[in-house]
């Protein structure tokens, strides 16, 4: 399966086939839609018209789950088209939660012990027994002056056959991930950053995107 939401995350529809069909489950040969993911949460999709009701990934293909009746064959021409603002916005938190993770770690090399990324906020979470808030001017310091570079966000695989990606920025950092990302980091925009205590010993960073 080719995975083209890696080549060209920009692309919102596709002309494909289906190359196989058990029962509400289709497998394409070509797609678009990020199934979720490193906590980032699925694309919004809709084949010939029909929504996506789930995406289950197995052995590095993606198979999409439709509902029953929806008269898919083996060699059918579908098109796929996804949410555009939805991933849009994805992309953007995506990005912006992983700058954040950088230089969290950078300050306090700290234990993430959770994410998520969704359509209006993202999430970290930490392994902390202080008010992590108390970091956040300095945090955003070093972010908003990543985001006025516009530096270029480069993405590839580390491993193709094991299907390992990263993001790069050069001369800041390397970093493991298989998400979908913006091309550069003035795309990503700015945030605001939340506290939030959620147990003993454990602090979570609430990301927003200041212009949706």
């Not at 996506?52 to 796929?80: A, C, Q, R, T």
Request: hydrophobic fraction near 40%; charged fraction near 25%.
């Amino acid at each position: 399966m080719r995975k083209v939401f890696w080549e060209n995350p920009y692309q919102k529809v596709l002309n494909t086939k289906v190359t196989s069909v058990t029962g509400n489950k289709i497998l394409l040969a070509e797609t678009i839609a990020f199934s979720f993911s490193g906590g980032q949460e699925s694309d919004q999709t809709f084949i010939n018209g029909l929504s996506v009701l789930d995406s289950v990934i197995e052995d590095k293909l993606i198979f999409y789950v439709l509902e029953e009746g929806h008269g898919l064959n083996p060699g059918d021409g579908v098109l796929m088209e996804i949410n555009w603002p939805r991933r849009y916005k994805l992309m953007r938190l995506h990005f912006a939660a992983e700058l954040v993770l950088e230089l969290v770690t950078r300050k306090l090399a700290l234990e993430k012990i959770g994410a998520h990324i969704g359509e209006d906020k993202a999430r970290i979470d930490f392994v902390y027994d202080k008010n992590i808030s108390t970091i956040f001017a300095e945090i955003l310091n070093e972010y908003k002056s990543i985001i006025a570079k516009d530096a270029l966000i480069k993405t590839g695989f580390s491993d193709i056959e094991s299907q390992r990606r990263f993001w790069e920025i050069e001369g800041f950092s390397k970093v493991p991930c298989g998400g979908t990302h913006v091309k550069s980091t003035a795309e990503v925009g700015g945030i605001t950053l939340k506290r939030k205590n959620i147990g003993a010993f454990k602090e979570r960073i609430e990301i927003s995107l200041i212009q949706p």
